[in-house]
């Protein structure tokens, strides 16, 4: 696991912003075409692949660290619910998750 | 991105969970599929007892596509390589669906210290004749793809994730010798099924394809529970997939605590959102017998041509 490198003022935009950038680098140059924003729907808009889901996961789980765990949040979301994840959702989680455990 | 080298393929691999877990390694299924679908549905709910391993097989997923080596033998020593790749001695469970799940009863059954126990969804195993069998769907699905109403409707609405599916897929079918490999996979013995004395969970949705290869677990094994699936088919897992995921959790904490496991037999109501795999199955069926019938047509077409070609039908 690499060292975190975000800290707790790390705010919901800046998320959003590591999340499109690693998005780009996952789908490649197809996806430097795309405009991704907080309501990008990850299927709709994206249209990423879910195994493109798997290495974006891989690669935020690198970012953060184990302050959030990704795949035991999924385990809480249906299918559809998955499916139909929003930039802004998947931030959200993560703003969540460094606030918890930076105790505030 | 997780790989690791095997037989000079490269394998993408995923682990997750407790390292000092139990490990449970995932198999997923033929063509259209990839570790993705085991990552989103069964890992979650395992992910917090165990030691979870997931794996692209060779031509799915982020794995190497080489051109040959597609056979069950193959598939076996795949995933005893990336055990020994990983220093996982084993015993492990094993959890397949559909040709995943072939490959754990076939691995159970090659390498018997290293199964742990089987979980197995929608098991599609070798019968006499499943060879032809699947190398037919194989060439059908080739031929469908192939087809221009096809190729004009994924240009037209496919979008890019159906695109570069259709695209993988094409190349599996068409630039690997996998329908090769798998026509001529051995049937599996009734007798070797009597004796694979494991834990063993199998679940198949009631209207599935494969319902037949259910009934044989059910019969055969010493040790099995079978789960039938209310108004499911083949695609169980993701039509149910709420109710799969607490099945299989229950399942494995009945292992940890040592439960004994004796043959039975349930059937297993899914929640109100989930199903409907009848309605699945009958268009599944549909546009199956829409290709077998333009196949076959275009087959008539080529040995009329064959025919009409001077010389033709001569022996040279």
């Known amino acids: 696991m690499s060292a975190p490198s975000d800290n707790a003022t790390t705010s919901v935009a800046e998320i959003v912003a590591t999340i499109a950038r690693h998005i780009h680098e996952v789908i490649g140059e197809e996806g430097f075409a795309l405009d991704i924003d907080a309501g990008s729907s990850l ?46 959702e998947l931030a959200e989680f993560i703003d969540a998750c460094l606030r918890e455990g930076a105790g505030a | 991105m997780p790989e690791l080298e095997v037989g000079g393929v490269s394998l993408h691999y995923q682990r997750l ?46 794995s190497a596509r080489p051109a040959t080596g597609y056979g069950v033998e193959q598939s076996v020593a795949d995933l005893e390589a990336l055990l020994a790749g990983l220093g996982i001695s084993g015993p492990v469970h094993l959890l397949g669906n559909s040709y995943g799940a072939l490959v754990a009863i076939e691995t159970a059954l090659a390498r018997p210290g290293l199964v742990a126990s089987l ?18 769907d194989l060439e059908l699905a080739g031929f469908g793809l192939s087809e221009s109403d096809v190729q004009d409707w994924l240009g037209d609405f496919g979008g890019r994730k159906l695109n570069r599916l259709a695209r993988k897929v094409e190349a599996l079918i068409k630039e690997t010798s996998m329908i090769e490999d798998l026509r001529v996979a051995r049937a599996l ?10 834990p063993t969970l199998a679940l198949y949705g009631e209207h599935s394809d494969a319902i037949d290869r259910a009934r044989d677990l059910e019969a055969l094994l010493p040790r099995c529970e079978l789960d039938l699936f209310a108004d499911c088919a083949h695609s169980v897992l993701f039509e149910a997939t709420r109710t ?57 077409r080529t040995a009329l041509r064959i025919e009409a070609r001077p010389g033709a039908g001569r022996p040279s």
């Open chain 2, 244 to 300: 799969v995921r607490g099945v299989v959790a229950d399942w494995y904490r009945r292992l940890a605590r040592g439960e004994t496991i004796v043959p039975a037999t349930h059937r297993v109501e899914v929640g109100e959102a989930e199903g409907e795999g009848a309605m699945h199955q009958e268009h599944v069926d549909f546009y199956k017998a829409e290709l077998e019938r333009r196949m076959g047509a275009a087959m008539g």
């Open chain 1, 43 to 88: 299927s709709e808009d994206v249209e990423i692949e879910s195994i493109e889901f798997v290495a974006l996961a891989e690669r935020l789980q690198a970012t953060y660290g184990e302050r959030i765990d990704l795949i035991a949040w999924l385990g809480e979301l249906d299918l559809d619910e998955i499916i139909d994840l929003t930039v802004g």
């Open chain 2, 119 to 136: 979980t197995l969804i929608e098991a599609h195993f070798a019968v006499d004749g499943w060879g032809d069998h699947v190398a037919h």
């Open chain 2, 189 to 198: 013995p009734p007798a070797a099924l009597r004796g694979l004395d494991l």
């Open chain 2, 17 to 62: 969970g407790r390292p000092e877990g139990e490990t449970v390694v995932m198999l997923h299924g033929m063509l259209v599929d990839n570790l993705s679908s085991l990552y989103l549905t069964l890992a979650p709910v395992l992910v917090g007892d165990m030691d979870v391993v997931l794996y692209d097989q060779r031509g799915h997923g982020r």
